[in-house]
């Protein structure tokens, strides 16, 4: 057995085993978010910019993001919605070489997870994703619609800025290769509920801690039924712990049901926890 399967199967013990209270991440020492110095992260794939004009620029629901970039086959949505939450998962067993280390952080695992889902999933991409490793699979199609690299947004896929789209907001960097917790809740999501019985594979969880002044936003992923090791159970979330001074954080795997009895009142993802925004859903799957 080579070094990198006993990474995952260490991994994949440590799932198994019952999560104590004891162990779950104190957040609050922790910020999740990193300065957009730190945003260039790609893999080494190449990748081909597609001009704007093969694309026509039209927003009919107005929150943002083009149509062009938006998802409209229920196919396309569910191909999206597995492989980002299984990418997202698989960075607990083993964080991807591919994933820039500057670049984790709660915000970071939601952008390096949605680029990788837009990809096209083949033999090179395998490669350069799992370090060698075992647990990557092809849970999925690939997208249809478009892939990162002949998008309608090349890299800049994350909105910026309020406002329906128009063209020119490409021009006016209201598009960006980056975005923290804060943009991507304020720009690239819509509110669905504040009730788990609503949240769907790859909606995002929301908390917003004031008291932490820098980056009051934290973000996880709901990826439901967990690929590894989901016990039966449907209410997994992965997410990042952020970093501190002293600490680069730690990819992190849960249940919901788990996280309701978190030690500090105000991580239980519960409706009556006022610090819990509630679960959101990207706009390119509205």
């Given at each position: 057995?080579?070094?990198?399967?006993?990474?995952?199967?260490?991994?994949?013990?440590?799932?198994?085993?019952?999560?104590?209270?004891?162990c779950?991440?104190?957040?609050?020492?922790?910020?999740?978010?990193?300065?957009?110095?730190?945003?260039?992260?790609?893999?080494?794939?190449?990748?081909?910019?597609?001009?704007?004009?093969?694309?026509?620029?039209?927003?009919?629901d107005?929150d943002?993001?083009?149509?062009?970039?938006?998802?409209?086959?229920?196919?396309?949505?569910?191909s999206?919605?597995?492989?980002?939450?299984?990418?997202?998962?698989?960075?607990?067993?083993?964080?991807?070489?591919?994933?820039?280390?500057?670049?984790?952080?709660?915000?970071?695992?939601?952008?390096?997870?949605?680029?990788?889902?837009?990809?096209?999933?083949?033999?090179?991409?395998?490669?350069?994703?799992?370090?060698?490793?075992?647990?990557?699979?092809?849970?999925?199609?690939?997208?249809?619609?478009?892939?990162?690299?002949?998008?309608?947004?090349?890299?800049?896929?994350?909105?910026?800025?309020?406002?329906?789209?128009k063209?020119?907001?490409?021009?006016?960097n209201?598009?960006s290769?980056f975005?923290?917790a804060?943009?991507?809740?304020?720009?690239?999501?819509?509110?669905?509920?504040?009730?788990?019985k609503?949240a769907?594979?790859?909606?995002?969880?929301?908390?917003?801690?004031?008291w932490?002044?820098?980056?009051?936003?934290?973000?996880?992923?709901?990826?439901?039924?967990?690929?590894?090791?989901?016990?039966?159970?449907g209410?997994?979330?992965?997410?990042?712990?952020?970093?501190?001074?002293g600490?680069?954080?730690e990819?992190?795997?849960?249940?919901?049901?788990?996280?309701?009895?978190?030690?500090?009142?105000r991580?239980?993802?519960?409706?009556?926890?006022?610090?819990?925004?509630?679960?959101?859903?990207?706009?390119?799957?509205?």
């Open positions: 057995m080579n070094r990198a399967l006993n990474k995952f199967t260490v991994r994949m013990i440590q799932a198994r085993a019952p999560l104590a209270l004891a779950l991440v104190a957040l609050a020492g922790f910020g999740c978010g990193k300065s957009p110095q730190a945003k260039t992260g790609k893999t080494t794939r190449p990748s081909s910019a597609t001009s704007s004009a093969a694309f026509v620029w039209a927003d009919s107005n943002g993001m083009p149509d062009a970039a938006e998802l409209l086959s229920s196919d396309d949505r569910a999206f919605r597995r492989w980002f939450a299984h990418i997202a998962e698989m960075q607990f067993y083993e964080p991807s070489r591919a994933w820039n280390e500057d670049q984790r952080d709660c915000a970071g695992l939601v952008r390096f997870a949605w680029r990788e889902a837009l990809r096209r999933h083949d033999r090179i991409w395998f490669q350069s994703i799992s370090n060698g490793s075992e647990g990557y699979e092809a849970v999925a199609p690939d997208v249809k619609a478009y892939n990162l690299e002949h998008g309608p947004l090349g890299e800049k896929i994350f909105r910026a800025d309020f406002g329906s789209f063209e020119t907001d490409l021009a006016q209201k598009f290769e975005a923290d804060r943009t991507l809740k304020n720009y690239n999501v819509t509110f669905i509920s504040r009730d788990r609503q769907e594979r790859g909606d995002l969880l929301f908390f917003h801690q004031p932490v002044q820098k980056f009051p936003y934290h973000v996880m992923i709901f990826i439901g039924d967990a690929r590894h090791n989901g016990e039966g159970a209410d997994w979330v992965v997410y990042h712990t952020g970093s501190s001074p600490d680069k954080g990819m992190k795997k849960v249940r919901l049901a788990t996280l309701d009895h978190h030690p500090d009142r991580w239980r993802p519960i409706e009556n926890n006022p610090n819990f925004l509630g679960f959101y859903r990207l706009k390119i799957l509205e």
